[in-house]
């Protein structure tokens, strides 16, 4: 069906969960991970309007959102991004 989301979201998730809060200490890059968790959850609803609306609507949060992945996935429509960021699950 969207053999797409199953490229996209688990690299968007081992990507910006690559250093979850763990007992470690907060280095740079984990601090960069939990900024990224944070914006991908912050865009989750602007994600679910966007694609109802069939991008009509789009939000600052989702546009942060999709500014950032774009560069690493430059073949990726934002409809998709917005899919991905929806199927995505912070664990």
Do not use: C
């Not at 430059?74 to 664990?91: K, V």
């Amino acid at each position: 069906m969207m053999s797409w989301i199953t490229t996209v979201v688990p690299i968007i998730g081992p990507t910006i969960l690559a250093n979850d809060l763990t007992s470690e200490p907060i280095t740079e890059a984990s601090q960069a991970s939990l900024r990224d968790t944070k914006m991908l959850l912050a865009a989750r609803d602007e994600a679910a309007a966007f694609v109802a609306s069939h991008g009509a609507i789009i939000g600052v949060r989702l546009e942060a959102a999709l500014q950032h992945l774009r560069p690493h996935y430059p073949e990726t429509s934002d409809d998709q991004l917005a899919q991905a960021i929806l199927a995505w699950e912070d664990s």
